[in-house]
């Protein structure tokens, strides 16, 4: 049986929970909740301190220590943990609500089972298709969780200046509104990192509004080159980065006084390499935070979120508390709220986790704020659904009817044959290769080389309705059979990104994202195979959690019966739009060499 969670009623600030966090520390008050007998795992120590109860009033922790009798109460709730650890509540530093194809509503009731009860989100996959509107949505949707869901404020929109055209615009005015609103926490990744080196105005006025209203300036540094251009762009302030895939990245964002993000996400396995930087280099722990960048549906409900992550990393050779280290305390402390979250600690939130296996990270019971939300991984409470406008939803403008005939690619007059620039997707990883390959001319139009894993790739307009599109060739999927698969989420712009070996299918799956307003679905000789609708925006559904991980779990499976055997190839897929990450995209302007920021032609 579950419980409904009316909308949450913002907390106490510690000062105003003071008197009654005294009175129970002291016993001259009984507390709303103790729990007896736990082995304490506290983060600031790095000690794990056997028979230890705690005590929480008002929502917070008012003792941590040895003996709690004194704080109960005939109405105290008295939980013994019977000698297993109490463990801080999970937090995600990095991450994009969007990328989990859901709601906030729905990603809180599909991540709290996994332990996260604090999580900083960027949401602008949003921001690029309605603007500010679409961050004020996801703002006033995450203070109404019942854990803290603290909202960076976009900094990219477009990602790219000049390379691509988002369905909105945010600037500086935007930036410094949005610093007054309650819950933005500070400014989300900063991806144009060749603007802050070059002291780009709209950057710099960002940064700089930012840094005056004291919040937090999030990172985004995604060049292997670690000369001048990266000191130029640490110089301008950003604090955090999530895009080094090195131990030398790690190594040197550390140096240089930032915060080393490592991500684990759905398709993203940055931790391994990098975490050597502690456990071979000796560098630092404090340093280093974890966090999951991009996760959708299939992986929250069938694998886990940040509890993932940690046991991941511990799975690398990071002692356990280090790793909740860094999912817990170091994230509070890097975004300026160690006061409230990342620790069991007096007067702060009462999130934290009942575990019965530290190693293997066992979750047994999730508490947040002195409520038990979750055990045995079952969410026990009920958030209700909140419904988005109709402003939100069909955004998915075409201008017209797609047919095959969009999706040629005419050849130079008189050639047999090409060399055309390929887009090559590596396993794992956010970046792409700038590959190349001959490819036959027939008819006057260049042909797919299937048996080289080389397909087609489009990108269609889907803000304006202006019926453009552009094509070209990608590598790395390695579909078998006639085949398409069109999503309306591609990172960052959000047109929508079709991807075939036949363009039929790629015209007839391009239409259906028209009709429902957006999503995903993949196409085999005209016949529709799976489909996730994401009405909102077209990047998120307003379905359950579960409901939209059985319907990616289909496509997957889709995918993969049309010989596409990549991890998670579907990540991959919406990130081929994404021109700050070398090496080349596809934008609605052409084919960008992200290396050098520079549209090149299709042909060689």
Known sequence: MTTTIPPFQKPKTWTEAAPALVDVAMGRRPADLVVRDGRWVNVHSGEIVAATDIAVVEGRFAYCGPDASHCIGENTLVVDAGGRYLVPGLCDAH??????????????????????????????????????????????????????????????????????????????????????????????EVMNFPGVAANDAKMRGEIDATVAAGKTVGGHYASPDLGLPFHGYVAGGPEDDHEGTRIEDAIARVRQGMKAMLRLGSAWYDVATQIKAVTERGIDPRNFILCTDDSHSGTLVNEGHMNRVVRHAIAQGLKPVTAIQMATINTAQHFRLERELGSIAPGRLADFLIVSDLAALAIDEVWARGVRLAAAGRLEVDIPVRDYPASAKQTVRLGKVLSAQDFDIAAPAGANEVRARVIGVIENQAPTRALEADLAVEDGLVAMDRDNDVCQIALVERHRGTGAVVNGFVSGFGYLEDCALASTVAHDSHHMIVVGTNKADMAAAANRLGEVGGGVVIFSKGKELAIVEMPIAGLMSNERAEIVAAKAEKLTAAMRAMGCSLNNAYMQHSLLALVVIPELRISDMGLIDVRTFEKVDLFV
């Open 95 to 188: 991450m994009h609500v969007e990328s989990g194809m859901v709601t906030v509503t729905e990603f809180c009731r599909a991540v709290i089972p996994h332990g996260t009860t604090s999580m900083f989100i960027d949401p602008h996959e949003i921001a690029n298709v309605l603007g500010l509107e679409g961050v004020r949505l996801m703002h006033d949707e995450a203070v109404d969780m019942p854990v803290s869901v603290h909202v960076q404020m976009p900094s990219c929109v477009p990602s790219a200046p000049g390379l691509e055209t988002p369905g909105a615009l945010i600037g500086p005015a935007e930036v410094a509104e949005a610093m007054g609103w309650d819950n933005i926490i500070g400014l989300g």
